[in-house]
């Protein structure tokens, strides 16, 4: 493997750009969108199977890793690439997001954040050198920045305090990280809808320099107008030539707007927890196949989509396997989904490329807004 990591942007349209993470285990094409494998797995898919639906990066969980195997034990059986069977590139988050939702079960201090395992109640420890040790345990290609991020509603106080902790944390985690050529440290802005917040963290985050951005502290709350509010001016604020992550994002109206507002990367669980509970993603919206109109439909889920899920099986089946609780019921939605979103990504970054991204995306509001067809 080479040991370049790289960023480059080769098109912009407004806000939107498109482009290539170049990293040692292959091109990540921007805006990307990455599929969540909590445990080192995407949930109901084989490895090559999220690669067959266009993901170019997997994003992994270092909280529930660390506790389960453990870091220690990936590292042993060769690292996190190996022991999931994914040679392509893979993100992983820092655990501090995690910690953060245990609240009862955790205690912060400025050295870091104990808490007890949802597991089996263990006691750990996870501190930004800690966070680094385990990351670097699973060989991540991509490596987060350990932080706090609050939940909003909060106010500017807590706001504030928080973010100046997850700047003390970003450059305690850039010294720890130390010179990994060909893996990416990116420092994380914090300030929660506050725009002198985000500013400050921005220049905090410039100023210890990252190979990369992620916007934090979105997502948790605030509503998508507050959300794209903020997204208005934050991208803004982080280096132009450096990739921009927000995190935890989202719908596929989130994923737009964001990429409208200059975001090149993002990762939710939602199309692979939407198909393990009966819900599908399609280009007129959202498909309830649990509901009993479905029973008698012989139609694929999008006669326009040519994953397995709509080449091989109608909506009748689909409707009878998960009303079965069948696990193929499962496999083939969550296939279905993030194919859908693979495929967002690539009509968006066609269309930036080729300066047309305002007419790409009035088509997929106006396409959604038909809603789904009723059988025939």
Request: charged letters at 25%.
């Amino acid at each position: 493997m080479g040991q370049v990591f790289d960023f480059h942007v080769t098109a912009t349209d407004g806000a939107a750009r498109t482009g290539t993470i170049t990293t040692p285990r292959g091109d990540i094409r921007t805006p990307a969108f990455m599929p969540v494998g909590t445990a080192a797995t995407v949930k109901a898919m084989l490895p090559e199977s999220v690669a067959a639906t266009g993901a170019d990066i997997l994003l992994g969980n270092t909280y529930h890793l660390m506790l389960r195997p453990t870091a220690e034990r990936i590292a042993n059986l060769g690292g996190l690439h190996r022991f999931m069977n994914w040679d392509k590139p893979i993100l992983t988050d820092s655990g501090g997001f995690q910690v953060m939702s245990l609240a009862d079960l955790r205690k912060l201090t400025e050295e870091g954040v104990t808490f007890r395992s949802h597991v089996d109640g263990s006691k750990h420890m996870l501190s930004p050198e800690r966070s680094m040790e385990i990351q670097k345990l699973l060989g991540s290609d991509i490596v987060m920045c350990f932080d706090e991020c609050p939940a909003l509603p909060a106010d500017r106080d807590r706001i504030a305090e928080s973010m100046r902790l997850s700047m003390r944390w970003a450059e305690r985690s850039k010294e720890a990280f130390g010179d990994r050529p060909g893996h990416a440290l990116f420092g994380i802005q914090q300030g929660g809808l506050e725009r002198d917040f985000r500013e400050e963290s921005a220049e905090a985050l410039k100023s210890i320099g990252f190979d990369g951005y992620a916007v934090g502290g979105l997502a948790v709350g605030e509503g998508q107008e507050a959300m794209f509010s903020c997204l208005d001016y934050a991208p803004g604020m982080l280096p132009q030539d450096k990739p921009r992550y927000l995190m935890g994002v989202g719908k596929p109206d989130d994923i737009v707007g964001a990429v409208k507002r200059g975001i090149d990367m993002m990762d939710c669980v939602l199309p692979s927890r939407s198909g393990r509970t009966g819900q599908a993603w399609t280009r007129r919206g959202q498909v309830n196949i649990k509901n009993a109109r479905h029973a008698d439909d012989p139609r694929p889920l999008d006669e326009d989509c040519t994953c397995p899920a709509c080449r091989g099986y109608s909506r009748a089946y689909l409707h009878h396997v998960f009303r079965a609780g069948e696990m193929i019921s499962g496999m083939l939605l969550t296939w279905h989904n993030l194919h859908y979103y693979q495929e967002m990504m690539a009509g968006m970054r066609a269309a930036i490329a080729q300066g047309r991204f305002a007419a790409w995306e009035a088509g997929f509001h106006a396409q959604r807004a038909e809603g789904d067809i009723e059988p025939m």
